[in-house]
Every structure is written in C-alpha cells, then in structure tokens.
C-alpha cells in the first residue's frame, strides 16, 4: 500500500515544478520533502524523479502515480462533501479566488447572503487573475475560482475541472472625451480611428490582453498601449481623465451610470463569459453550491440602468 501522504507530495511536485515551491506551499523544509519523495520512490520500487538542471522533473511511471493519486483525491473529495451533506450545520472554511471586477460587484452581495444564511461558514477571498488561480485551484490552494472567457479566446477545460456559467457580461470601447471625433459608420470604423490613439490594456499574458489585441489587429492597425495593468477601475480613471482609450466590461460601474462615452464593439465580440470553477467531485459539497447560488443571485439582480452607447 502506497503512503497517501507521499503520493500527494509527488502530486504537488507536478503541479507546484519545484521542490522549493512545494516546500512553502506546505510549510515543509525542501530536504523534508525530498526525503519523503525519496521513501515512496522506495516503497513504489521505480525511479519516480530525474534530474534537469538543477530541478528535477516526474518519470513515467510517477506520471501514472500521478494520475491515480488524482482520481483517489476526487473520490476523497467527494466523501468529504457527503459527509458535509449530512449535517445539519454549514461550517468549515470555503476558498474563493476572484479577478478584480467579480470581487467588486458580485463577490460582496454573495458574502452578505452567505452571512445571512450560513453564519458558521468562514469565506476566505484572495484577489487574483484567474490565469494564476486555476493552476492554484488544481493544486488545491482554492476551492472555487472566479474566471472569465472573452470572445475567440475560450479557456483550457482540464478534465480534473468542472465549469460552470455565471452570466455574460457585455464589453463596450470606452472613449475618452478627446475621440468623440472618432463616432463614424459602424463599431469597426470607430475603433479604427483609434489607430494612433493611446490605450490601456491589460498586462502581456492574460486572456484580456490576447482578446484585445486581436480586435485592433482585425481592425487594421497595432494600437499604441501605453499603461498596463490588471486594475479595470485604473483603466475606467484613464479614460475619464482622457489619457486613453480602453475596452470596458458593464461590471465595471458595479450596476451605476457610465462615466464615459461607450461605443458598441463589433458583432461577436460584444461580451465576455464569466463562469465559476471548481475541482471533479467537489461541485456536490454543500458549501460549494451554497456559494455558487449566492454567486448567481448577485448576478441576476436587476440592473438600475442599461450602459449608454451608440452605434
């Protein structure tokens, strides 16, 4: 019988890379994790590790380990929502990863009736781009994870990964008071005539940026991105203060007027998709589906306004 233990260290070598990643990850030296890793090589009877440089790197045969630690962990998870599903009482502490926009407008009205209807369940939420908390979700730092997909650009679905759809949140071309003279014959002209205009994007990297770039490139020209960052309420200041143009999603203004003049984007680039994530056998865990109801509650509020925009 293999060391459960052992096995899922093996489990987040692979996902972690390092033997010093998985070391913080779970407050344990490097050297204790080695040893560890080195008695299951012992125990299973084959070389598990290799050398690459200085790093080492999972043989074949702990690939397969690998895999069937996997499915034993989501047979593991699934008792553990069982087990949850009985009691009478929601407790126990849930993990939320969500990008900036979610956390501002969806995540606060989903903690207060979370609150209201489960006050002995502790949410914890950690502000991160969902291209860096799934790969944390798959290594078991997060329970759910708030992520969205823009037009062309769909997302890996590893198998171990279960989505499920949140709502469409609509994206406009923001423009700054300074290209009002850019309102022309259809969405593609007005974003053309921002050809040599100033932009704010996101970083190099990240789904947004991909998406972004693509639809002024399919316009005809490379735009000019001269302010980076994943903050959208940082993007939104820019075009108010007229220092660039910027594509902005609704939940930007958290369901209140827009600040600035909005354009429509061309046909099939209108929205974005945003959807929750969580592990295989862990969608059955009351806390789990506590927090995607309140999630899809605070998504389906009625809105006080429709963002302005023309054609």
């Given at each position: 019988m293999f060391d459960l233990h052992r096995l899922r260290l093996l489990r987040?070598?692979?996902?972690?890379?390092?033997?010093?990643?998985?070391?913080a990850a779970l407050s344990y030296s490097p050297s204790s994790v080695s040893q560890q890793l080195s008695q299951l090589e012992t125990e299973v009877g084959v070389r598990l590790l290799e050398p690459v440089g200085r790093r080492v790197r999972l043989t074949e045969q702990a690939e397969i380990l690998v895999a069937h630690t996997e499915a034993v962990l989501e047979r593991l998870g699934r008792a553990e929502a069982d087990i949850a599903a009985s009691l009478?009482?929601?407790?126990?502490?849930?993990?939320?990863?969500?990008?900036?926009?979610?956390?501002?407008?969806?995540?606060?009205?989903?903690?207060?009736l979370l609150r209201d209807q489960y006050p002995h369940l502790r949410v914890h939420v950690t502000h991160?781009?969902?291209?860096?908390?799934?790969?944390?979700?798959?290594?078991?730092d997060f329970d759910l994870v708030l992520a969205e997909e823009y037009p062309g650009n769909p997302y890996p679905r590893p198998a171990e990964l279960e989505q499920e759809d949140l709502l469409e949140d609509p994206l406009h071309l923001g423009?700054?008071?300074?290209?009002?003279?850019?309102?022309?014959?259809?969405?593609?002209?007005?974003?053309?005539s921002l050809a040599g205009h100033p932009w704010v994007m996101e970083p190099e990297g990240t789904a947004a940026r991909h998406w972004a770039m693509s639809l002024c490139r399919n316009a005809g020209f490379e735009p000019d991105v001269r302010f980076e960052t994943t903050d959208v309420l940082l993007h939104l200041r820019l075009v108010e203060q007229k220092h660039a143009a910027a594509f902005l999603p609704d939940l930007v203004w958290s369901r209140?007027?827009?600040?600035?003049?909005?354009?429509?984007?061309?046909?099939?680039?209108?929205?974005?998709?945003?959807?929750?994530?969580?592990?295989?056998?862990?969608?059955?865990?009351?806390?789990?589906?506590?927090?995607?109801?309140?999630?899809?509650?605070?998504a389906t509020q009625p809105s006080d306004h429709a963002p302005g925009q023309h054609d």
């Open positions: 987040e070598l692979k996902h972690r890379g390092t033997l010093a990643a998985v070391a009478t009482d929601l407790t126990g502490t849930l993990r939320i990863a969500s990008f900036q926009t979610t956390a501002l407008t969806l995540v606060p009205t989903a903690l207060d991160m781009e969902p291209e860096t908390a799934l790969p944390a979700l798959q290594a078991r423009l700054p008071e300074s290209a009002h003279g850019a309102d022309a014959d259809g969405p593609m002209t007005t974003l053309r209140r007027p827009p600040t600035v003049t909005l354009r429509r984007l061309p046909r099939g680039q209108r929205t974005r998709r945003i959807f929750t994530v969580v592990r295989n056998g862990s969608s059955r865990h009351p806390a789990i589906q506590a927090c995607r109801s309140a999630l899809l509650r605070a």
